[in-house]
């Protein structure tokens, strides 16, 4: 989903795993202001399919913000859609679980790049 932050690895077994997401994208989207002048686009359409259409969720509104014509700015997320249902087996509402873990593994150092989030779930 290409966003969290930990400065420290999380030990895993014996793999260490480095969630630097939200640096990665903030990084290319510097590159391409300054290669391709992004911020100067007439146009700009944002797109990614399945991990990646939650990530163009996820990161649309930081892309608007940064093109001076913020109504060429056009976000496609292509199935991304997954439901939250019940196991089963458990009953145990496995997706929902799932990212819960992942975002408090992954965002420990930063908040996600959705303001609507972090201002519904302060602390969280």
């Known amino acids: 989903m290409h966003q969290g932050y930990t400065e420290s690895p999380i030990q895993y077994k014996d793999t260490r795993l480095y969630f630097r997401g939200a640096a990665n ?4 989207a510097k590159w391409l202001i300054n290669t391709y002048n992004l911020a100067d686009a007439d146009r ?3 797109t990614g399919v399945s991990a990646g259409g939650i990530a163009t969720f ?3 509104d930081y892309f608007k913000s940064l093109m001076k014509n913020p109504q060429g700015f056009y976000s496609v997320p292509d199935s991304s859609i997954f439901l939250n249902e019940p196991s089963v087996v458990t009953g145990m ?8 873990n992942l975002y408090l593994i992954a965002n420990m150092n930063e908040k996600t790049p959705l303001s609507e989030c972090n201002n519904e779930n302060p602390g969280e």
């Open 25 to 28: 994208v903030r990084s290319h």
């Open 58 to 60: 996820i990161w649309a």
């Open 44 to 46: 700009l359409v944002l």
């Open 93 to 100: 509402f496995k997706l929902d679980v799932s990212f819960k």
